[in-house]
């Protein structure tokens, strides 16, 4: 019905854009539209950019591209464009550039705005992502999903949803974006982490003897025959300022990594230090260096803005699972006055993005958290002011080639996450970031109210059936997770 209508809108807009365009009075400066997509780089394969005029009774809108090629769309809230024009479009002008030129009408009068151009790049983004959507109400195990988008069109499709069982949809990671190995962690009376491989799923009792609780954090070792894990005491509580509406941090957290093969976990004195809190660890491309955070232990709630998270690494020996002797600190907190967030290195191996904020390690409700930029060849840090705005920017991912990343920010109205991709080029400079498409990105986001959490690429879709997720989660058979002390 949604195709009808936009192939309805394009038959109209075309029939009376002769005397449109004739009449319309010219104004200076390009048209402040919403989502911004003025003068953002985007993949050759990325959903029609929909927007609206605010302000506008209608608008009007010519999509041109470098042969001249063009789509026209527009209407009373927002454009509508054809998926088959658009990927026209898209085709013609990579390494190039889209030129759009925008018409309003205001008070029975037409606007029209300077053009302004949108980048194709040549560079390939991933099949689409992953990502939690989560209402706002910490409390209780509220509505709340795993799902998946593909970029190229609009679809979302629920990969696991807690409608069917009592629980929280926690942490989940693909295989570095390879939807065939999959991990989702479950919290609550059903608690379980699920693994698929190759179709498969499995529920893990992944708490032992030895380790200080369930495993969370995931994040995948290039083999594939590991996962490193964060095992935590998280509370929360809530401010009375209106600014500060939520605080999540850990009682206590060490790091241990998941043998695949052995079913066993691994951790090391070294990583799981008493009155050290070890978090957030992860593989390096090559998958011989495990990065990590960590912070002195401090009284909570009291000492939590004293709390500073320093980024670490230890070598790993992936042929024998051996985490290695030396934990050498590589960026300070006090350097930057604040504390280092998830970590997450490029596959390429060059760079290492992390989210700083003023104190502890849950950066999502933090409105002075950005994304910064670590080189691991110069050792140089710099903070990703291309991206980065006056609110919260965090939780972020890189695409499989290293040249998209994307990430969640609350910069549209402080309260809701929303996703943001942004091109990466070969000297390391982010482009303009760009809100991830809606067909009606008006009435979608007024209309939604929960946040996107945690995103992750997929490089095809995720073959997860969420009947038999649901059963196993529900099932109260878990298999146990061995252990052993890294040699």
């Given at each position: 019905?949604?195709?009808?209508?936009?192939?309805?809108?394009?038959?109209?807009?075309?029939?009376?854009?002769?005397?449109?365009?004739?009449?319309?009075?010219?104004?200076?400066?390009?048209?402040?539209?919403?989502?911004?997509?003025?003068?953002?780089?985007?993949?050759?394969?990325?959903?029609?950019?929909?927007?609206?005029?605010?302000?506008?009774?209608?608008?009007?809108?010519?999509?041109?591209?470098?042969?001249?090629?063009?789509?026209?769309?527009?209407?009373?809230?927002?454009?509508?464009?054809?998926?088959?024009?658009?990927?026209?479009?898209?085709?013609?002008?990579?390494?190039?550039?889209?030129?759009?030129?925008?018409?309003?009408?205001?008070?029975?009068?037409?606007?029209?705005?300077?053009?302004?151009?949108?980048?194709?790049?040549?560079?390939?983004?991933?099949?689409?992502?992953?990502?939690?959507?989560?209402?706002?109400?910490?409390?209780?195990?509220?509505?709340?999903?795993?799902?998946?988008?593909?970029?190229?069109?609009?679809?979302?499709?629920?990969?696991?949803?807690?409608?069917?069982?009592?629980?929280?949809?926690?942490?989940?990671?693909?295989?570095?974006?390879?939807?065939?190995?999959?991990?989702?962690?479950?919290?609550?009376?059903?608690?379980?982490?699920?693994?698929?491989?190759?179709?498969?799923?499995?529920?893990?009792?992944?708490?032992?003897?030895?380790?200080?609780?369930?495993?969370?954090?995931?994040?995948?070792?290039?083999?594939?025959?590991?996962?490193?894990?964060?095992?935590?005491?998280?509370?929360?509580?809530?401010?009375?300022?209106?600014?500060?509406?939520?605080?999540?941090?850990?009682?206590?957290?060490?790091?241990?990594?998941?043998?695949?093969?052995?079913?066993?976990?691994?951790?090391?004195?070294?990583?799981?230090?008493?009155?050290?809190?070890?978090?957030?660890?992860?593989?390096?491309?090559?998958?011989?260096?495990?990065?990590?955070?960590?912070?002195?232990?401090?009284?909570?709630?009291?000492?939590?803005?004293?709390?500073?998270?320093?980024?670490?690494?230890?070598?790993?020996?992936?042929?024998?699972?051996?985490?290695?002797?030396?934990?050498?600190?590589?960026?300070?907190?006090?350097?930057?006055?604040?504390?280092?967030?998830?970590?997450?290195?490029?596959?390429?191996?060059?760079?290492?993005?992390?989210?700083?904020?003023?104190?502890?390690?849950?950066?999502?409700?933090?409105?002075?958290?950005?994304?910064?930029?670590?080189?691991?060849?110069?050792?140089?840090?710099?903070?990703?002011?291309?991206?980065?705005?006056?609110?919260?920017?965090?939780?972020?991912?890189?695409?499989?080639?290293?040249?998209w990343f994307v990430f969640s920010s609350r910069r549209g109205d402080g309260l809701f996450t929303r996703l943001y991709i942004a091109h990466f080029d070969e000297n390391g400079?982010?482009?303009?970031?760009?809100?991830?498409?809606?067909?009606?990105?008006?009435?979608?986001?007024?209309?939604?109210?929960?946040?996107?959490?945690?995103?992750?690429?997929?490089?095809?879709?995720?073959?997860?059936?969420?009947?038999?997720?649901?059963?196993?989660?529900?099932?109260?058979?878990?298999?146990?997770?061995?252990?052993?002390?890294?040699?």
């Amino acid at each position: 019905m949604k195709r009808f209508l936009c192939f309805i809108t394009s038959l109209l807009m075309l029939a009376a854009c002769g005397p449109r365009e004739r009449n319309a009075t010219q104004v200076q400066g390009v048209p402040d539209i919403w989502p911004d997509y003025v003068g953002v780089t985007v993949p050759a394969t990325i959903a029609p950019l929909d927007f609206t005029l605010p302000g506008a009774d209608a608008l009007d809108v010519r999509v041109t591209a470098p042969d001249g090629y063009s789509l026209r769309s527009g209407g009373k809230t927002a454009t509508c464009f054809s998926e088959k024009g658009w990927k026209s479009l898209l085709k013609r002008s990579v390494g190039d550039s889209l030129m759009v030129t925008v018409s309003g009408l205001f008070d029975g009068v037409w606007r029209r705005y300077e053009p302004f151009r949108i980048f194709v790049s040549g560079d390939e983004i991933d099949y689409g992502l992953t990502y939690r959507l989560i209402e706002p109400g910490y409390q209780i195990y509220s509505h709340m999903g795993i799902y998946e988008r593909e970029l190229g069109s609009f679809r979302q499709r629920a990969l696991l949803e807690n409608t069917r069982f009592a629980g929280c949809v926690n942490c989940h990671a693909s295989f570095r974006g390879d939807p065939s190995a999959f991990t989702v962690h479950i919290r609550g009376d059903h608690g379980a982490t699920l693994l698929t491989r190759d179709g498969e799923i499995r529920a893990y009792d992944t708490k032992t003897d030895s380790t200080l609780g369930f495993c969370v954090y995931p994040y995948w070792h290039p083999s594939g025959n590991y996962i490193a894990y964060s095992t935590c005491s998280t509370r929360q509580s809530f401010h009375a300022q209106p600014d500060k509406l939520i605080e999540v941090f850990d009682l206590d957290s060490d790091v241990q990594i998941y043998d695949v093969v052995r079913n066993q976990i691994i951790t090391a004195p070294q990583v799981k230090r008493h009155g050290i809190w070890e978090t957030f660890p992860v593989f390096s491309a090559d998958g011989r260096t495990l990065w990590f955070t960590a912070a002195d232990e401090v009284q909570i709630p009291s000492g939590l803005p004293d709390s500073h998270y320093n980024l670490y690494k230890v070598s790993f020996d992936p042929e024998t699972g051996t985490i290695g002797q030396e934990v050498e600190l590589v960026l300070a907190a006090a350097d930057f006055n604040g504390s280092i967030c998830f970590p997450r290195p490029s596959y390429d191996g060059k760079y290492l993005m992390f989210t700083l904020c003023d104190y502890g390690t849950f950066p999502i409700w933090h409105h002075e958290a950005d994304l910064w930029l670590l080189d691991l060849a110069t050792g140089e840090t710099r903070p990703l002011d291309e991206v980065n705005s006056p609110d919260t920017d965090s939780y972020h991912n890189w695409s499989a080639n290293s040249r998209w990343f994307v990430f969640s920010s609350r910069r549209g109205d402080g309260l809701f996450t929303r996703l943001y991709i942004a091109h990466f080029d070969e000297n390391g400079v982010a482009g303009k970031p760009f809100l991830l498409p809606q067909r009606d990105p008006k009435n979608y986001d007024e209309d939604l109210f929960r946040s996107y959490n945690v995103p992750e690429f997929t490089t095809g879709p995720v073959p997860f059936n969420s009947i038999q997720a649901q059963q196993a989660i529900n099932s109260p058979d878990r298999i146990p997770f061995g252990f052993r002390w890294s040699e």
